[in-house]
């Protein structure tokens, strides 16, 4: 199967400060990962995409220097949120895909929460 | 534009029962694909089923089975015998072909099976 591992599952962290969050697709190379934010009882919001090797495509509304993400390689793709606020707390989920029209596989999601 | 509309937001159903999820799109892109995602309380994202927009068969996998109407734009999921465990929000997802091979989402059903 195809399993993507994200990392943490959830953190706690004080305002101000940044958090990274770690999306890895343990068995397939993926050469598009997607970053989404949930909000309690709502639909995912797809906030960008990326492809290895090149610059993230953000959502419209997403604020590119806030959150910040680097496709390093097939396997990795990294979010860190920078500067952190309580209102950035929510749940982030990354998926991976291994072609243009396959399915996707999600992580676990990363419960962020600011104080 | 794509959009995924999911009218129920939330169904009950007996157990061992059928249940059908409704899933209706609208897109421009002549060729796409169908997901359906299952997302339990713990969070994570669980694939269940494709649906590509050229496939003559309706899709099945075990229990999962995906009414495609082409000419009605719907992609309704049907899981048969239900169990306990099926209680979860369910996901109804596009891929188009042309449009940055972003998924979209629609704005999910919530499942409850009843004992």
């Known amino acids: 199967g195809a399993v993507v591992s994200q990392h943490p599952s959830w953190v706690i962290c004080k305002s101000g400060t940044s958090v990274k969050i770690e999306c890895r697709s343990l068995?397939?190379?993926?050469?598009?990962m997607f970053w989404y934010r949930q909000f309690p009882k709502q639909s995912l919001m797809l906030m960008a995409t990326?492809?290895?090797?090149?610059?993230?495509?953000?959502e419209q509304g997403v604020e590119k220097d806030k959150f910040l993400i680097n496709h390093a390689s097939l396997t990795l793709s990294t979010l860190t949120v920078t500067s952190a606020h309580p209102e950035d707390s929510s749940f982030y989920i990354c998926?991976?895909?291994?072609?243009?029209?396959?399915?996707?596989?999600f992580g676990q999601g990363t419960r962020l929460t600011v104080v | 534009a794509q959009k995924i509309t999911q009218t129920q937001p939330g169904m009950f159903v007996q157990e061992k029962e059928a249940v059908t999820l409704d899933c209706t799109y609208d897109t421009s892109d002549p060729s796409y694909g169908l997901f359906w995602y299952k997302q339990p309380s713990s969070g994570e994202m669980i694939f269940l089923i494709y649906q590509g927009s050229y496939d003559q068969q309706n899709a099945t996998e075990g229990r999962y089975s995906l009414n495609f109407q082409k000419a009605r734009k719907s992609a309704n999921l049907v899981i048969s015998a239900s169990q306990l465990g099926d209680s979860a929000m369910y996901f109804c997802?596009?891929?188009?072909?042309?449009?940055?091979?972003?998924?979209?989402f629609g704005p999910g059903t919530r499942l409850s099976v009843l004992p």
């Open positions: 997802a596009m891929r188009g072909h042309n449009y940055g091979q972003n998924f979209v």
């Open positions: 998926s991976a895909s291994k072609g243009a029209y396959t399915e996707a596989f």
């Open positions: 068995d397939f190379q993926a050469t598009t």
């Open positions: 990326s492809n290895e090797g090149s610059k993230a495509t953000y």
